[in-house]
């Protein structure tokens, strides 16, 4: 499974974007049958867990961090995941990076749970 995240950029502190991780490459079935995530690393720290939402799209989870500013959602007719950030911090600086599962209730942080990576795309919020 191939996974390719866009819509990073810069952006002001207090502004939105919206990510975008889209997959490819199924063999023999769809994403609907994959849990997803998103995680991010900033320079010179760890890559730590930011959301996550079950194949059904019925279970979301959200970082304390990031709850009430961002959404987690997905569109299964079109393979893609999206992350809208809104109210964005100078901390939200990092690299963000999307996930799957293929354990299809899954919603969790833990970075072993996903099997499939994509490369990622830089978010970088500064005035």
């Known amino acids: 499974l191939q996974l390719v995240e866009s819509g990073g950029g810069l952006v002001e502190p207090g502004g939105s974007l919206r990510l975008s991780c889209t997959a490819s490459?199924?063999?023999?079935?769809?994403?609907?049958?994959?849990?997803l995530g998103w995680f991010r690393q900033a320079p010179g720290k760890e890559r730590e867990w930011v959301s996550c939402?079950?194949?059904?799209?019925?279970?979301?989870k959200y970082d304390s961090s990031v709850e009430n500013r961002f959404t987690v959602s997905r569109d299964n007719s079109k393979n893609t995941m999206y992350l809208q950030m809104n109210s964005l911090r100078p901390e939200d600086t990092a690299h963000y990076y999307c996930a799957a599962t293929r354990t299809m209730a899954y919603c969790g942080k833990k970075e072993s749970a996903f099997d499939d990576w994509g490369q990622g795309t830089q978010v970088t919020v500064s005035s």
């Open positions: 490459g199924f063999m023999h079935d769809s994403l609907d049958y994959y849990g």
């Open positions: 939402i079950s194949a059904s799209g019925g279970l979301t």
